[in-house]
C-alpha cells in the first residue's frame, strides 16, 4: 500500500514512524514531512492548504490512503474534497471536524445530546462587552474563555480574577493571533477535578478505544504559564482506571458517534477526548479531530496492532474486524522547546548528541531542519524524547535520562512530567 501523510510535527514523525512498521506498507510519503519523518519515508513538498496539488500527487503516484495529521486541512474539508474524487482518506469529514472547529458547535452538540461537558455560553465578537457584564454580574472565578475556532492550542484562558478576564477579552479581541479564531467566544464553568485524554479510532459505526494519557499544557513547572500546544505526556494515565474507561465509553464515547451517525455526519478518524475526571464523572473539556501533539508521541509506541492496518479499515469502515492492542509498558514523552516559547523565540541553534541516545528511548522531530550536514532548531516545539518503563516512576527517570542527552542553545523543557501521575499513584 503506498501512502501519503499530510503534516510537518512531532505527531506526524510518530505518525511515519509507526506507518513504516507495516507489513502492509510499500512506499510512504510525507508531506511536507521534517528530517525525523525522512527517516521512514520520502519527503515531499506540498502546502497542506494546496488541495489540487494534493490531488496531483495522490493521483501521479498511486497513492491508496492519505492520513490527514494536523486539524486545519481537516476542517478545511480534506477529505470532503479527496473522496469526491474518489481516493481513500483517514480523517473525518468538514462537518465532523467541527468538534475541534469551533467550540460552540461541539459545546452545542454534546449539550443537545446530553454528553456531560460543562455549563457554557456563547458570544459573538461584538458582544465581548456583554461576556464581560455576565461574568462580572456572576462573580464566579475561576472562569473559562475559549476562542471559538482553531488557534493551536493557545486559545483557551482559565482567569482567576475579573481583572484577567478583561485582559484577556481584549486579548482575543486585539491580536491578529487570534483575529480568525475568536469571531465568537465560549465562556464556560471551570471544572474540578483531574485532567486525561482518551483516543478513540472511529470508521463512523464502530468506534475502538486507542489509548489514554495525560498531557500537560502550560509552559512552567507545576501547569504555571501560558497555554502551549503540549510541553509534555505520559500514558497510560492513572487518573482512569477499567471502571473509569468503561463510563468514558459508555457516557461519552458510544453517544458521541451514534449521535454524529444519525446526524448522516458519520465520524471517521482519530477522535481525542479530552477530559475533566470530576467527583461526578468524567466531562468533556474538549474534542480534537485528530491525535494530540504530545500525546501521540507516548501513545503510538504503546499499540502493538498494526496502526496502519487499523486506519485502513477505519477508512474502509471495516473497523469492526479489528481489535486494539496495547503493551503493558508505561511511556513518558518530554517535549524540548526552544526558550521563549510560545511567545518569541530564536532559530537556527545546531542539536547534537542524537548518537547518544539509548536504543529504547525515541526522538521525535517537530520544528527542526536539516541544512549542511546539520539538524538545526526551526521552531517552538524543537523535539519530542520518549522513554518507557515498567512503572511510570522508570518510564519518567529513564525518558528525562534521554533528554540530558540532547544538546542546543536555549534549551528549554519542563522537569516534572508525570508528575501529576505519580502523586496519583501515591
Not at 511515519?16 to 507495516?22: D, E, L, N, T, V
Not at 491508496?64 to 477529505?79: K, S
Not at 461584538?126 to 482553531?150: C, H, N, Q, R, T
Not at 481489535?323 to 532559530?347: F, H, M, N, T
Request: hydrophobic fraction near 35%; charge should be negative; charged fraction near 30%.
Amino acid at each position: 500500500m503506498n501512502v501519503l501523510l499530510l503534516g510537518s510535527g512531532g505527531r506526524e514523525h510518530a505518525m511515519a514512524w509507526s506507518i513504516a512498521k507495516s507489513d502492509k506498507l510499500d512506499k510512504l510519503y510525507i508531506a511536507p514531512g521534517n528530517p525525523g519523518t525522512a527517516q521512514h519515508g520520502t519527503n515531499v513538498d506540498l502546502s497542506l492548504s494546496d488541495f489540487d496539488a494534493i490531488l496531483d500527487f495522490i493521483e501521479g503516484n498511486d497513492i491508496e490512503l492519505t492520513v490527514v495529521g494536523p486539524e486545519q486541512p481537516l476542517v478545511d474539508g480534506i477529505t470532503d474534497f479527496l473522496e469526491e474524487k474518489g481516493h481513500k482518506v483517514f480523517g473525518p469529514s468538514r462537518l465532523a471536524a467541527q468538534l475541534e472547529g469551533s467550540k460552540k458547535f461541539a459545546n452545542e452538540f454534546m449539550k443537545e445530546n446530553r454528553i456531560p461537558t460543562a455549563e457554557f455560553e456563547s458570544y459573538s465578537r461584538g458582544e465581548f462587552d456583554k461576556a464581560l457584564k455576565v461574568i462580572k454580574s456572576k462573580d464566579e472565578y475561576p472562569v473559562v474563555l475559549k476562542a471559538d475556532g482553531l488557534a493551536g492550542g493557545k486559545g483557551v484562558f482559565i482567569c482567576e480574577t475579573e481583572e484577567e478576564v478583561e485582559n484577556r477579552l481584549n486579548e482575543l479581541k486585539e491580536s491578529k493571533q487570534f483575529k480568525e479564531a475568536a469571531q465568537k467566544l465560549v465562556v464556560e464553568e471551570f471544572l474540578e477535578g483531574k485532567e486525561a485524554s482518551v483516543f478513540v479510532i472511529s470508521d463512523g459505526k464502530t468506534a475502538r478505544i486507542l489509548h489514554y494519557a495525560q498531557d500537560h499544557k502550560r509552559i512552567g513547572e507545576g501547569d504555571t504559564g501560558l497555554n502551549t500546544g503540549g510541553m509534555g505526556a505520559y500514558c497510560p494515565t492513572p487518573v482512569i482506571g477499567n471502571r473509569m474507561l468503561q463510563r468514558v465509553e459508555k457516557e461519552i464515547i458510544l453517544p458521541t458517534i451514534s449521535a454524529m451517525l444519525l446526524d448522516e455526519n458519520p465520524y471517521k478518524g482519530i477522535l481525542y477526548c479530552g477530559l475533566m475526571i470530576t467527583k461526578e464523572g468524567p466531562k468533556v473539556v474538549e474534542f480534537n479531530c485528530r491525535l494530540g501533539d504530545p500525546e501521540a508521541q507516548a501513545i503510538l509506541p504503546s499499540i502493538e496492532s498494526d496502526f496502519l492496518e487499523l486506519m485502513d479499515a477505519a477508512a474502509s469502515e471495516e473497523l469492526d474486524q479489528k481489535e486494539v492492542r496495547i503493551d503493558d509498558k508505561y511511556r513518558c514523552c518530554v517535549v524540548l522547546a526552544s526558550e521563549g516559547y510560545p511567545v518569541e523565540y530564536e532559530k537556527g541553534k545546531e542539536i547534537t548528541g542524537f548518537g547518544d541516545i539509548s536504543g529504547d528511548a525515541l526522538v521525535f522531530h517537530a520544528g527542526t531542519k536539516s541544512q549542511d550536514g546539520k539538524i538545526l532548531t526551526d521552531g517552538g516545539r524543537v523535539l519530542s524524547v520518549v522513554g518507557a518503563g515498567d512503572t511510570l516512576e522508570d518510564s519518567i527517570r529513564n525518558t528525562y535520562q534521554e533528554v540530558d542527552k540532547i544538546s542546543f542553545a536555549n534549551k528549554y523543557y519542563r522537569s516534572d512530567i508525570g508528575a501529576k501521575g505519580l502523586k496519583h499513584v501515591s
